[in-house]
């Protein structure tokens, strides 16, 4: 494993971290909805839906190492991972306007940060295969 492709996989790992946001909260809604005696633990909770933008934030920033470490060595531009790099980009740029700007007030960021969140499935997907 060489640390290009380590840094791609780091970045693939903190995205769906990232992703577990949205699982992690849905899941504990249809549980608590269904009055289920399974709870979540409030750890898990706290590790992806508290800790989300960090997540987020590691998700971009191995994509970055990862893109100057790939285009350093291989000199060539790889289309699919440049989609996913700049869908990553403005993922990260949504979520930091609508935390610290938004103060996490839902809107259209929101909307559009989650359609992001699935566009960069597909995109990291066709990369990687
Ligand atoms: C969201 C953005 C990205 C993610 C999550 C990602 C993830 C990954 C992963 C997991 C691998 C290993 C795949 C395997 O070995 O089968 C990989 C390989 C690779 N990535 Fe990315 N990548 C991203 C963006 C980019 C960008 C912007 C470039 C442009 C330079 C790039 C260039 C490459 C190359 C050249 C390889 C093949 C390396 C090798 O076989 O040694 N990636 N990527
Ligand atoms: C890989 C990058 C990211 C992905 C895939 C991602 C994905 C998501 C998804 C799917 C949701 C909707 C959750 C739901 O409806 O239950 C969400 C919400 C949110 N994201 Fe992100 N996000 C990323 C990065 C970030 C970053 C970097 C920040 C801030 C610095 C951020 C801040 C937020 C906020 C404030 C919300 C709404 C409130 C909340 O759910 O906590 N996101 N994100």
């Known amino acids: 494993m060489n640390i290009g492709k380590l840094l791609g996989f780091l970045a693939a790992l ?36 508290r800790y989300h933008r960090f997540w987020g934030i590691a998700a971009a920033g191995f994509v970055l190492l990862h893109f100057v470490v790939q285009y350093t060595r291989y000199g060539f531009i790889s289309r699919t991972g440049m989609t996913a790099a700049l869908l990553m980009l403005l993922q990260a740029s949504l979520g930091c306007f609508g935390q610290y700007i938004q103060k996490k007030r839902p809107g259209l960021w929101l909307n559009v940060h989650r359609l992001v969140a699935i566009a960069l499935l597909i995109a990291i997907g066709f990369h990687v295969a």
């Open 14 to 49: 903190a995205y769906f971290g990232s992703l577990m946001n949205l699982v992690t909260k849905r899941l504990n809604q249809y549980l608590v909805r269904r009055k289920s005696k399974i709870k979540l633990d409030k750890r898990l909770i706290q590790l992806f839906v």
